[in-house]
């Protein structure tokens, strides 16, 4: 069964969402108080309404819980963002994805029951903070306030030495859950095998720990 999507709030971000679920062949309901905005979807969504989601009865309208994910995109205007998602969570829909503007404005998303809050300039930010620390470093992605997942090339330290020469586990608390070595992926790495130029090593641990293995490692 093809699932629905409802996105409200059409600027950067909630725009990027409404395009690329579109390109995957989702049904899109694009939402925005502005008619321009809504212009600028209506080739691009299934369907792109202007409306006010601050205003409950107009989401009543919308048949807004008959939609199995909705994504709140209203960027600037946290007082909009909010009162939105309080009338999403009381009218039960099921699944409320919120963007959110910074952590004061986060953590009121929670309380008020939003499903899933999101910070993509923060995550963002941080995950380009750690690419420029080391070429080697190619991608970080936070798995919760405090643990992460970090993808490294090996550096000048690594080639040539395992795991257990490099005492990854010990040493810094980290554990190495996959090499990938060009398309193929291994994800129960033997502790003994030699480290190779190119060879990817995907490291989950705590932040702290994450940090000190590239510092001292990568
Ligand atoms: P981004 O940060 O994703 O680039 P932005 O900075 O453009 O977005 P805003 O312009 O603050 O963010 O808000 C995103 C969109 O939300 C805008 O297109 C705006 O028209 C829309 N929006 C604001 N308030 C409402 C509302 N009450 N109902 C529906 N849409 C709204
Ligand atoms: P441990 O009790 O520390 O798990 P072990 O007796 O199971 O060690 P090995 O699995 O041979 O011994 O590994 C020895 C050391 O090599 C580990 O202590 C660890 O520091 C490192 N190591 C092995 N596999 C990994 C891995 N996947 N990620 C990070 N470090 C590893
Ligand atoms: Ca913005």
């Given at each position: 069964m093809k699932r629905e999507f409802a996105v409200i709030g059409l600027g950067r971000f909630g725009g990027s969402i409404c395009y690329e679920l579109s390109k995957e062949g989702m049904d899109v309901l694009a939402i925005d108080i502005s008619e321009e905005k809504v212009n600028e979807f209506k080739n691009i969504a299934s369907h792109a309404v202007i409306a006010d989601t601050t205003d409950e009865a107009?989401?009543?309208e919308l048949g807004i819980n008959n939609f199995d994910h909705v994504i709140v995109s209203i960027g600037d205007n946290i007082q909009a963002s909010?009162?939105?998602?309080?009338?999403?969570t009381d009218l039960g829909v099921k699944k409320i994805t919120v963007k959110a503007n910074n952590d004061y404005h986060g953590k009121i998303l929670d309380k008020i029951g939003a499903h899933h809050v999101v910070h993509p300039e923060r995550d963002m930010g941080k995950r380009i903070a750690h690419s420029i620390i080391s070429n080697n470093i190619l991608d970080y992605l936070e798995l919760s306030d405090d643990h992460s997942i970090?993808?490294?090339k090996t550096s000048d330290k690594m080639i040539g030495k395992s795991l257990v020469d490099l005492d990854i586990r010990a040493n810094y608390g980290c554990n190495?859950?996959?090499i990938r070595q060009g398309n193929d992926i291994n994800v129960s790495p033997m502790a003994d095998?030699?480290?190779?130029?190119?060879?990817?090593?995907?490291?989950?641990?705590?932040?702290?720990?994450?940090?000190?293995?590239?510092k001292e490692l990568v």
């Amino acid at each position: 069964m093809k699932r629905e999507f409802a996105v409200i709030g059409l600027g950067r971000f909630g725009g990027s969402i409404c395009y690329e679920l579109s390109k995957e062949g989702m049904d899109v309901l694009a939402i925005d108080i502005s008619e321009e905005k809504v212009n600028e979807f209506k080739n691009i969504a299934s369907h792109a309404v202007i409306a006010d989601t601050t205003d409950e009865a107009t989401l009543k309208e919308l048949g807004i819980n008959n939609f199995d994910h909705v994504i709140v995109s209203i960027g600037d205007n946290i007082q909009a963002s909010i009162l939105t998602t309080v009338i999403l969570t009381d009218l039960g829909v099921k699944k409320i994805t919120v963007k959110a503007n910074n952590d004061y404005h986060g953590k009121i998303l929670d309380k008020i029951g939003a499903h899933h809050v999101v910070h993509p300039e923060r995550d963002m930010g941080k995950r380009i903070a750690h690419s420029i620390i080391s070429n080697n470093i190619l991608d970080y992605l936070e798995l919760s306030d405090d643990h992460s997942i970090v993808e490294v090339k090996t550096s000048d330290k690594m080639i040539g030495k395992s795991l257990v020469d490099l005492d990854i586990r010990a040493n810094y608390g980290c554990n190495v859950v996959a090499i990938r070595q060009g398309n193929d992926i291994n994800v129960s790495p033997m502790a003994d095998e030699l480290l190779q130029e190119n060879d990817i090593l995907i490291v989950i641990g705590a932040d702290h720990d994450i940090s000190k293995f590239e510092k001292e490692l990568v």
